[in-house]
Antibody, heavy 122, light 108 residues
Framework: QLQLQESGPGLVRPSETLSLTCSVS??????????WAWIRQPPGKGLEWIGN???????YYSPSLKSRVTISLDTSKNQFSLKLSSVTAADTALYYC??????????????WGLGTLVTVSS | SYELTQPPSVSVSPGQTARITCSGD??????AYWYQQKPGQASVLVIY???KRPSGIPERFSGSSSGTTVTLTISGVRAEDEADYYC???????????FGGGTKLTVL
């Protein structure tokens, strides 16, 4: 059973870069079975897909965040990471990592972390 | 931007049937997925490809599709089903996933 756990600073200053890591256990991020995704949820609001990365290193980003997002793999640590630059208060959210399947029939998110709250404030 | 629209809240008594809808123009062409979200717990996929149930999900959870609306039905609702439910599909371009705004299911 795959398990994912997010980690990183809970407070980020405006205009700085948010950096989070997702540690994966019970499976390898080098597997072709899944994409590795980030999703966020602002307080009291719905879910928003941020982007995902495949084991090959190919990345896909939300059009609305593409200019500020970088997702990367660290196969030596079985982790993947999110960087979001030039943050504002609007980036305050619960950030989740998850596995994503992409098939001709659509996208699905099968395993989720518990999420980590990131607040953007001076 | 493409949107999936859900009612903010649905309330039912235990044992009754809860129906949560999700509307979007691209739903006739794109599959829908449903997730259950409870505080402090990992989100769970409860329905995939409109109406299929993953292993381990109780039979009281079912999904259906009609035109631009998909529906999550929970029959014989239990107190433990109280949660936020999110629908998810693909953008009309088919190139990335989108989520609905979520529905809070309250078991009275």
């Amino acid at each position: 059973q795959l398990q994912l756990q997010e980690s990183g600073p809970g407070l980020v200053r405006p205009s700085e870069t948010l950096s989070l890591t997702c540690s994966v256990s019970g499976g390898s991020i080098s597997s072709s079975a899944f994409h590795w995704a980030w999703i966020r949820q602002p307080p009291g609001k719905g879910l928003e897909w941020i982007g995902n990365i495949y084991y090959s290193g190919t990345t896909y980003y939300s059009p609305s965040l593409k200019s500020r997002v970088t997702i990367s793999l660290d196969t030596s640590k079985n982790q993947f990471s999110l960087k979001l630059s030039s943050v504002t208060a609007a980036d305050t959210a619960l950030y989740y990592c998850a596995t994503m399947k992409y098939e001709s029939s659509g996208f699905s998110f099968d395993y989720w972390g518990l999420g980590t709250l990131v607040t953007v404030s001076s | 931007s493409y949107e999936l629209t859900q009612p903010p809240s649905v309330s039912v008594s235990p044992g009754q049937t809860a129906r949560i809808t999700c509307s979007g123009d691209a739903l006739p062409k794109q599959n829908a997925y449903w997730y259950q979200q409870k505080p402090g717990q990992a989100s769970v996929l409860v329905i995939y490809k409109d109406s299929k149930r993953p292993s381990g999900i109780p039979e009281r959870f079912s999904g259906s599709s009609s035109g631009t609306t998909v529906t999550l039905t929970i029959s014989g609702v239990r107190a433990e089903d109280e949660a936020d439910y999110y629908c998810q599909s693909a953008h009309s371009s088919g190139t990335y996933p989108v989520f609905g705004g979520g529905t809070k299911l309250t078991v009275l």
